[in-house]
């Protein structure tokens, strides 16, 4: 086999298995054992780069501990849409509307938290809950204590989303981010209600 053959501009010639040579053979050989052995280098360093950042697919937490955890998060998660809503249509006094209409929202983000949820409890092989977290339904009249109760709970689910987090495997991308997409907005909600329960004017 004549590589030159196929050098530059020149059209690649026919060959035979005639023109084929055991020196041609040999070389043809050494290149795949040196392309595999590359291969095989890659795919180690691979593994070892994704060994250090907790496996493929592998949960600290296995699946059927994950649903429990992430049950528990979306029992929270329908006691905190019921504790907005009732605190929302019960507030009363100075600024009331701005604050109700607010907690509206946040009782909507909650919501839609407990649909994340629940897919990702139905795509690991789990039934995602219909019960409700009794410790989250907490009453309350005043505006302050409106405001202290919800800056208490938002608290307390950031401190639960943190804990799954923890158990989770970075390589399940999509549980991974819906996580941190709720922390993110458990973090705004607990924000906002710190900038309503101290207003810097
Ligand atoms: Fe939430
Ligand atoms: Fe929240």
Redesign the pocket.
């Known amino acids: 086999m004549k590589f030159s053959a196929v050098r530059g501009s020149e059209q690649p010639k026919k060959v035979n298995s005639a023109d084929i040579t055991l020196q041609d053979i040999a070389l043809l050989q050494m290149i795949r054992v040196a392309f595999e052995e590359q291969s095989l280098k890659a795919v180690r360093s691979l593994q070892e780069l994704l060994g250090a950042s907790g496996g493929i697919g592998e949960h600290t937490m296995d699946n059927p501990k994950l649903v429990d955890a992430l049950n528990q998060m979306l029992a929270q998660e329908h006691a905190?849409a019921i504790r907005y809503a009732t605190h929302a249509a019960i507030i009363a006094g100075p600024y009331s509307e701005t604050v109700s209409a607010r907690l509206k929202e946040?009782g909507t983000?909650?919501l839609l938290h407990a649909e994340k949820l629940r897919d990702r409890i139905l795509a690991l092989g789990g039934k995602p809950t219909m019960e409700v977290s009794a410790a989250g339904l907490k009453p309350a009249a005043t505006l302050e204590a409106i405001l202290d109760v919800n800056i208490a709970e938002?608290q307390a689910?950031i401190r639960g989303y943190i804990g799954v987090l923890e158990g989770l495997s970075m390589s399940n991308v999509i549980l991974f981010q819906t996580i941190q997409e709720i922390i993110r907005?458990?973090q705004e909600?607990l924000e906002e209600l710190d900038a309503l329960k101290n207003p810097k004017t």
């Open positions: 905190c946040i983000d909650e938002e689910a907005d458990e909600h």
